[in-house]
């Protein structure tokens, strides 16, 4: 019987228990209410519902990397990634969101995605017996992120205001710890949230491209 792509934390391709999967889904949806009620969150809320949304993207990243790995297409795929940050920034104006706040974000996001792909590529390259056998359409995957993205994007524009403060840094390590053992990540997704989260904080930030 041909072996289907089931992850565990304990390889690198952990996925997220359903117990889990059930609990991020409701902080998720209780976290994330109209951007005019954000006062009412308390602020570390606000980033753990960022850093939540951002792992669960980097989950999305399993299933791309098993697609390209069996197609043999390549990781990058700049066409993708200019219609995400095309998207997203269109939305941002939409929602009275900074686009380069969101753009910067989103760039993080793609690059975090990507280092989670080849460190996925590479230890099946040296682990053949591990990789995959089927995975879902690309078309698939990418309408699973672009849901990501819309809950991303409001998170966003939730916690916007917090991430030029200077507790932004504190709060978003907080936040990302606890979206690790929400999501149950292993290490190689550990330090794809990290990347994922390294410009949230304006303070952080790399200058605009």
Do not use: K, N
Not at 70 to 83: M, N
């Amino acid at each position: 019987m041909a072996r289907t792509h089931r992850p565990s934390r304990r390889g690198p391709r952990g996925r997220v228990p359903a117990l889990a999967a059930v609990t991020v889904a409701a902080v998720l949806t209780s976290a994330l209410p109209a951007q005019s009620q954000a006062a009412a969150d308390p602020p570390e809320q606000l980033l753990t519902a960022l850093a939540l949304a951002a792992g669960e993207r980097l989950r999305a990243a399993d299933d791309l990397a098993a697609a390209t790995w069996l197609s043999a297409q390549p990781v990058v795929d700049p066409a993708r990634e200019q219609h995400v940050l095309d998207a997203m920034d269109e939305a941002a104006v939409r929602r009275d969101i900074d686009p380069l706040t969101v753009r910067r974000i989103f760039r993080d996001q793609i690059a975090a995605g990507t280092y989670v792909q080849r460190q996925l590529h590479a230890h099946w390259h040296h682990f053949p017996d591990e990789a995959p056998t089927t995975a879902p359409e690309l078309s698939e995957v990418h309408a699973r992120v672009d849901a990501i993205d819309t809950r991303l994007l409001a998170a966003i524009g939730r916690a916007e205001e917090l991430l030029d403060e200077p507790e932004c840094g504190r709060l978003r390590d907080r936040a990302r710890a606890t979206a690790i053992d929400a999501l149950d990540l292993d290490p190689g997704h550990a330090r794809g949230l990290r990347r994922a989260l390294a410009g949230v904080c304006a303070a952080d930030a790399a200058p605009p491209r």
